[in-house]
């Protein structure tokens, strides 16, 4: 593709040097170099928009999908899998904190210090209603107990 741009645009590298008054080839070099990254800017900025608008609809799945840790992390990495185990616990207690505060009816999305602690350890917790959050809490246990055996049948 340069090749061809190259051999479309020579012809004007003469004329944009006597423009530019540079006799100099490797400042010429430079300045033909330069002309063709403006105008790929021009040919390519009007169809920005287009062009995220399609990568976000390509990884904006992936992007919605909670990313558990325990799906990133595999199981037969020992350290790796308690430190995941141990940070999903963390993570657990944290919801489950959340949760109490909302059956006293103590809002812990207003509670500074349970979004700072969350936020510090990189745990994304919900403030869903308590029905929400119990159902959404069982649902891990259930995922690290699975994931706890799967750790348990690796060989040493």
Do not use: C, W
């Amino acid at each position: 593709m340069n090749s061809v741009a190259f051999f479309v645009l020579l012809p004007l590298l003469a004329q944009l040097l006597l423009i530019l008054r540079i006799r100099d080839p490797l400042y010429g070099l430079v300045a033909f170099q330069s002309t063709f990254n403006f105008l790929g800017l021009l040919v390519f900025v009007p169809f920005l928009h287009a062009f995220s608008d399609s990568i976000e609809r390509l990884f904006a799945r992936s992007a919605l999908k909670s990313q558990d840790i325990l799906e990133t992390v595999p199981a037969n990495i020992t350290d790796a899998a308690l430190f995941a185990l141990q940070k999903k616990a963390i993570g657990m207690e944290l919801q489950a904190i959340g949760n109490g505060m909302h059956l006293l009816a103590l809002h812990p999305e207003n509670n500074t210090q349970l979004v700072n602690i969350a936020s510090v350890l990189g745990i994304k917790i919900g403030f869903e209603d308590f029905r929400q959050g119990y159902e959404n809490l069982k649902a891990e246990e259930s995922n690290v107990a699975q994931y706890a055996l799967d750790m348990q049948l690796q060989p040493l």
